[in-house]
């Protein structure tokens, strides 16, 4: 650990620890940001390690976390001062305008693969005070747009104005560290405020006796005044509430169809003006300024090398005339035999396992063309560079690592070979984290969240929970579901899903209700009699969700269905799949009533374990979904935000990871995956990301079977 060292900003006086990173200024507060790391950190004037420094004593491979830590060298930074805004700046003093930035570390730092980064964050007023309560909302991802990679960073509130964003660096390179302000704890504040109050969205149901139809006012509780005569449509059995205004002299039970009308007045709410414009686009998801960036380096690393067309390098044992030939191909990445390179700093790349090198399978002068085998680590070894353009590159030569044949996307077992042309896209080749140390995809009640959920690589999702096959193509979907039935039950989102699926394996939908208009109602489903794969969906309309409460367009009551319901009558088995998403419909509810909801469901996934213990039930979780939309998106009315803001859809996505966490059930968490990719931010992710959902998804299902 460093020495307390102090740093002048802005005439304040600053102590930190570990050396001093940026210090950066930003809409709302001013925000010191300090990093540092906690694993194999050196200083670029360090030695590297020794070759062997990824042996343990026993001559296995050391794990990723094991090496010494390093120490940080000290950066300097300097800040100019803000302005607060017009207007409401007496009255709101933590608003202030962005600032600039300089930074100018006076040496910069090397991280390797499999690190910890830690960003120190301390919130200032628009003063320049340090705020001495915690609450504010970030959101922090570490990225590289050439790559199309990126992660989310965790951030932990310690309650004084200070915290602490951390980031697993899994991929290398360059790549960016931003850190975003989706609201200070003043909104959040109003949002807690708010929250619960009951009754403060609207929703309708229609009534019809045949020759009148009434309307009334629907809500999740029932109304305070008993003298409100209302029709009761709860379930005690589902923990959930609904309650309707008497529709005259109509019956109850003659209701035909619901939908979500709007939020109440602000006046309903007690929120006042000043406080509805923190809610303005000008002052929701500020950037921080200031930005920086960091290299990774794979040396002395074991690691896995993803070439762009998304095989790995493996290690392969033909027949030979006198001995076998190792030779270097190209294999899907999800296989599972330790398939781990090194880079030593003197340009070798070693074979982890086998400790052999690369090598020229040529005993005269050096041809376009020639394969790449193993063998000793001698003077015949290869000597490659990971070039700024993300090639492989024999120093000697100049010539690069090509897929035989130069094919963007190779097949499988494809030959490496040496030749030159350095510079075409298909040459690119990454270093990434090892993942077949993580367990199969199954579920566990006992299994622990990562310090990362996972990272994005060349737009493809790596999960960090387990080591999840991938499904590339329809074919090796269609596999994976052979003899399977897939039932789906929740939002627009979980929607998203089956539409993926039925898209990707070309099966038209088949509408199971007599007057439903499309399968964005549901119930709906598909089968296909070559695979006996069976896939049923229930929902309902464009904002969705399986049963009250529901927003959006009207939907019939009698197509809907409690989640808890279906579980109860699911026979179950072996090839079974219950997919549950709940979140969306219930942001702008007490979350007294989404804890009942999901405490039911949590029975009821005991009750079905209890009858049919090898059933999988897979519970989606929440996904961005209206504080960080892109600027075209916006201006978003202020009512919106207090209905599905982010800061609602984050926490009761910690609720449902808690309440779940005492099942069998898999909690597929897509909320980092969501928040840190690169697509616009919307509540209804892009079918890119829909599409790494699934095959996460699909992992679980068919974590042995191979495509």
């Not at 809409?27 to 042996?55: H, I, K, M, N």
Request: negative net charge.
């Amino acid at each position: 650990m460093c020495p307390h060292r102090a740093v002048a900003m802005s005439g304040q006086t600053t102590v930190c620890q570990k050396g001093a990173g940026v210090v950066l200024f930003f809409g709302f507060l001013a925000t010191c940001v300090y990093y540092y790391t906690t694993d194999r950190l050196q200083s670029s004037t360090e030695p590297f390690q020794d070759r062997w420094a990824f042996l343990d004593n026993n001559g296995g491979l050391r794990q990723i976390n094991g090496f010494p830590p390093k120490t940080l060298l000290d950066d300097y930074v300097s800040v100019n001062k803000t302005s607060a805004p017009d207007g409401i700046a007496g009255r709101n003093e933590f608003i202030s305008k962005k600032g600039n930035v300089t930074q100018k570390p006076k040496d910069r730092p090397i991280y390797h693969l499999g690190d910890s980064l830690h960003v120190r964050i301390e919130a200032r007023d628009w003063r320049n005070r340090p705020k001495t309560r915690g609450g504010d909302y970030f959101k922090a991802k570490i990225f590289n747009p050439s790559l199309l990679a990126s992660s989310a960073g965790r951030v932990t509130d310690h309650g004084d104005g200070t915290y602490t964003v951390s980031f697993w660096l899994s991929w290398s390179g360059e790549s960016q560290v931003e850190v975003t302000l989706i609201h200070p704890a003043e909104t959040i504040d109003v949002l807690k405020r708010i929250r619960p109050t009951t009754r403060k969205r609207v929703y309708a149901c229609s009534f019809t006796d045949g020759n009148h139809t009434i309307q009334t006012q629907c809500f999740p509780s029932p109304n305070p005044d008993p003298s409100q005569r209302e029709c009761n449509f709860s379930s005690a059995h589902a923990r959930a509430g609904w309650y309707c205004g008497q529709p005259g002299d109509i019956p109850c039970d003659k209701v035909v169809g619901c939908g979500g009308i709007g939020l109440r007045d602000h006046e309903y709410l007690g929120i006042t003006e000043e406080e509805v414009r923190l809610l303005n686009e000008t002052y929701i998801d500020q950037v921080v300024s200031g930005s920086f960036s960091i290299n990774v380096t794979a040396n002395n690393v074991p690691c896995v090398i993803r070439h762009s067309g998304g095989k790995c390098l493996h290690v392969k044992t033909y027949p030979g005339e006198e001995q076998p030939i190792n030779r270097l191909v190209l294999k899907d990445c999800g296989n599972r035999q330790r398939q781990l390179f090194v880079h030593w700093p003197n340009g070798r790349l070693m074979h982890a396992v086998s400790k052999k090198c690369l090598v020229l399978n040529t005993k005269g002068d050096i041809q376009e063309g020639t394969e790449i085998t193993l063998g000793d680590c001698d003077e015949n070894s290869l000597h490659v560079r990971h070039t700024p353009t993300r090639t492989l590159q024999d120093m000697s030569t100049g010539m690069c690592l090509h897929p035989y044949g130069g094919s963007s996307l190779p097949e499988e077992d494809t030959h490496i070979v040496i030749f030159s042309g350095c510079e075409e896209y298909r040459l690119m080749f990454e270093y990434m984290e090892d993942p077949s140390t993580l367990p199969k995809c199954v579920p566990s009640s006992e299994s622990v969240r990562p310090d990362s959920d996972g990272f994005f690589l060349q737009d493809k999702w790596y999960s960090r929970y387990c080591n999840a096959r991938r499904f590339p193509d329809a074919e090796s979907i269609a596999q994976c579901l052979s003899g399977e039935s897939l039932i789906i039950q929740g939002d627009s989102t979980a929607r998203q899903w089956f539409e993926h699926l039925h898209m990707k394996l070309d099966i038209k939908p088949i509408r199971l209700a007599p007057d439903l208009d499309s399968c964005r109602l549901g119930p709906c489903a598909v089968h296909n009699n070559l695979t006996d794969f069976h896939m049923h969906f229930q929902a309902s309309s464009h904002t969705d969700f399986h049963n009250f409460p529901v927003h959006g367009n009207p939907f019939k009551v009698h197509n809907m269905e409690y989640i808890v319901d279906a579980l109860d009558r699911l026979e179950g088995g072996p090839r079974v799949t219950f997919v549950i998403n709940i979140w969306a419909h219930f942001t702008p509810e007490p979350v007294e009533v989404f804890r009942s909801r999901i405490l039911a469901i949590r029975d009821a996934i005991l009750r079905l374990h209890q009858r049919s213990q090898d059933t999988l039930v897979v519970v989606k979780s929440a996904n961005i979904a209206l504080s960080s939309f892109p600027p075209d998106r916006r201006p978003i009315k202020p009512d919106l935000y207090l209905q599905a803001d982010d800061w609602y859809a984050e926490d009761f996505n910690n609720l449902m990871r808690d309440v779940f966490a005492e099942t069998k059930a898999v909690f597929l968490d897509v909320w980092e995956m969501t928040s840190c990719h690169r697509s616009p931010h919307d509540i209804h992710p892009t079918w890119g990301l829909v599409s790494e959902e699934v095959d996460l998804m699909l992992a679980y299902i068919c974590p042995d079977r191979t495509p």
